[in-house]
């Protein structure tokens, strides 16, 4: 049965009990409005622990200022009912009140990997992040947390906060979700008018001509940024703007120069007044190496 608790200290005793019952607690923290995407970490969850936590919380302080935090999609409804027929135990929905009682000041410092890309793009975001997901942690206390690649740069910024707050929790990052056209599953994509959702696709296009160019050979990160930016503006016909199309160390997520090491390719735009944001790994195919 699915409980939905609103209050920390309520969600702190029912972990409690299903800790005396010597069960393993998988957590999965969501801004709402669920999709597949999301429901893909809850099935990865329910598949290696024993009791699932999912918190939907649109979380006010990782929204830069004139982001659309008011216009976020919030259907609280529609989601308790996905969750429940995915077997989640308990739905953890806070008010903004619940989480930052008055007077809060404290915050998380994501440090370096929060400063290129969507941090500087979103100035604030990763702070904002990192201190509700620290916080969603220290009350849910679980012993593994799922997030999805699809915020590759969030996910980076998770696992090194995970480590080096000595968090207690092991940090699992899940694969993308696509829709059938291949476009990166988001509560956002809701925001997409028809031609807009065309435009939109030319982010995975992108991503597909750089994996596609370094399997011919293509081992310079600044080739294959080329390639994502031409390959952009030509499906989008000029209408998505770039915030970045980049090819970077896949943990540092500084530039990669060359591709001998685990690279990632991210890229971040708008199409219309909607910003989304894809990735994918870059690996080439060397011989011998699997
Ligand atoms: P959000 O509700 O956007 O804050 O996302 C909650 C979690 O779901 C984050 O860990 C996201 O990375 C993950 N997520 C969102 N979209 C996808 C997707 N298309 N595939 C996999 N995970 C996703």
Known sequence: MIERISSKSEVRAAIAEAR????TVGFVPTMGALHEGHLSLVRAACDRADVVVVSIFVNPTQFAPGEDFENYPR???ADLALLSADGVEIVFTPSVGE??????QVSVDPGPLAMRWEGEARPGHFGGAATIVAKLINVVRPDLAFFGE???QQLRVVTRMADDLDLGVRIVGCPIVRDHSGLALSSRNAYLSAEEYSWALALP?????????LRRGEWDARALEAIMATTVARESGGAVTLDYAAVVHAVTLEPASTLDAPARAIIAGRAGATRLID???LEPALPGRD
């Open 99 to 104: 989480m930052y009682g008055a007077g809060a």
């Open 279 to 281: 990735n994918c790994a």
């Open 20 to 23: 005396k019952e010597g069960k």
């Open 205 to 213: 296009a992108a991503l597909q001509a750089a994996t596609a160019a």
């Open 75 to 77: 259907e609280v409804d």
């Open 150 to 152: 699809k915020d590759y």
